[in-house]
T-cell receptor
Framework: GAVVSQHPSRVICKSGTSVKIECRSLDFQATTMFWYRQFPKQSLMLMATSNEGSKATYEQGVEKDKFLINHASLTLSTLTVTSAHPEDSSFYIC??????????FGPGTRLTVL | AQSVTQPDIHITVSEGASLELRCNYSYGATPYLFWYVQSPGQGLQLLLKYFSGDTLVQGIKGFEAEFKRSQSSFNLRKPSVHWSDAAEYFCAVGGGNFNKFYFGSGTKLNVKP
């Protein structure tokens, strides 16, 4: 149980385009979903917290207009990187919380912006 | 402010030797503590977690960790390391409103044959 999927697993895009990453909780309803970014050889940095049906809460320094988060249902959250640039290239990981003390992590999405 | 410190960036141990990875945290509320392992290009795998109760917790793959409130520590241990344990290990603390997680910077474990 408690499986979280991400799609796509890898994406390469041109600079200036937008990329959407999906995060789904497959066998539970996620009251809260989280988005993290991980640069090479670094730790996971929390970008934002999203609750179903409400606006996401962004961490300090994360541009909400650049990283659009939509949490349309209890099993789906999306992260859209708008007007992507090479410095946005990173590993993006989502997690989901079912109301308890634990987060269940997705396998990650490798974004490369050319 | 909430933070997690993993003082060792890299650790190299010989196969069969014991291992201890350090983790110290700063958290304003009751902490929920976690250890994750990550192989290159992969997501996180939960090794073990501590919420309350017995301060020595057992996890998967023969790992254990001990919560020491007085030292604000949650060190990960394994009595005998296997070559397949080579990976990056992250300590995390969560809890409070929205159950946000804060991760340490990670410790990369190398295992010598």
């Amino acid at each position: 149980g408690a499986v979280v999927s991400q799609h796509p697993s890898r994406v390469i895009c041109k600079s200036g385009t937008s990329v959407k990453i999906e995060c789904r909780s497959l066998d539970f309803q996620a009251t809260t979903m989280f988005w993290y970014r991980q640069f090479p050889k670094q730790s996971l940095m929390l970008m934002a917290t999203s609750n179903e049906g409400s606006k996401a809460t962004y961490e300090q320094g994360v541009e909400k207009d650049k990283f659009l988060i939509n949490h349309a249902s209890l099993t789906l959250s999306t992260l859209t990187v708008t007007s992507a640039h090479p410095e946005d290239s990173s590993f993006y990981i989502c997690s989901a919380n079912a109301g308890g003390n634990e987060q269940f992590f997705g396998p990650g999405t490798r974004l490369t912006v050319l | 402010a909430q933070s997690v410190t993993q003082p060792d960036i890299h650790i190299t141990v010989s196969e069969g030797a014991s291992l201890e990875l350090r983790c110290n945290y700063s958290y304003g509320a009751t902490p929920y503590l976690f250890w994750y392992v990550q192989s290159p290009g992969q997501g996180l795998q939960l090794l073990l977690k501590y919420f309350s109760g017995d301060t020595l917790v057992q996890g998967i793959k023969g790992f254990e960790a001990e919560f020491k409130r007085s030292q604000s520590s949650f060190n990960l241990r394994k009595p005998s390391v296997h070559w397949s344990d080579a990976a990056e290990y992250f300590c995390a603390v969560g809890g409070g409103n929205f159950n946000k997680f804060y991760f340490g910077s990670g410790t990369k474990l190398n295992v010598k044959p």
